[in-house]
């Protein structure tokens, strides 16, 4: 059964840093890809970071290059979102997603992934 669980949230304050860690289980290999998505008070669901399953190939949201970086750690089955220069409108609740299958790219498109976490809350707050 496949499992992924967020850690890593909580209050930060503008400029500050919090690195969210995504562990998964039940895959019987490491073909699969991660996203990290963000979901803010009220608003839909978006795509911030995705890292591919065979040629560890990135993608960023335009509103988080240069701030987040996203790498997976197959040893300890285990992918991050390091979150720098945090902004009050990265507050709300990221989620964790597993695509199944290699892929050399990743997406961020929420209908590509097969599995989710139950979330991680992050507040960004001075």
């Known amino acids: 059964q496949v499992q992924l669980v967020e850690s890593g949230g909580g209050l930060a304050r503008p400029g500050g840093s919090l690195r969210l860690s995504c562990a998964a289980s039940?895959?019987?290999?490491?073909?699969?890809?991660i996203g990290w998505f963000h979901q803010a008070p009220g608003k839909l669901r978006e795509g911030v970071s995705c890292?591919?399953?065979?040629?560890?190939?990135?993608a960023y949201a335009e509103s988080t290059k240069g701030r987040f970086t996203i790498s997976r750690d197959n040893s300890k089955k285990t992918v991050y979102l390091q979150m720098n220069n945090l902004k009050p409108e990265d507050t709300g609740v990221y989620y964790c997603?597993?695509?199944?299958?290699?892929?050399?790219?990743?997406?961020?498109?929420?209908?590509?992934?097969?599995?989710w976490g139950l979330g991680t809350d992050v507040t960004v707050s001075s």
């Open positions: 997603a597993a695509r199944e299958a290699i892929h050399y790219y990743c997406s961020l498109a929420l209908s590509s992934y097969d599995y």
């Open positions: 039940g895959f019987t290999e490491d073909d699969h890809s």
């Open positions: 890292i591919s399953s065979s040629a560890g190939k990135t």
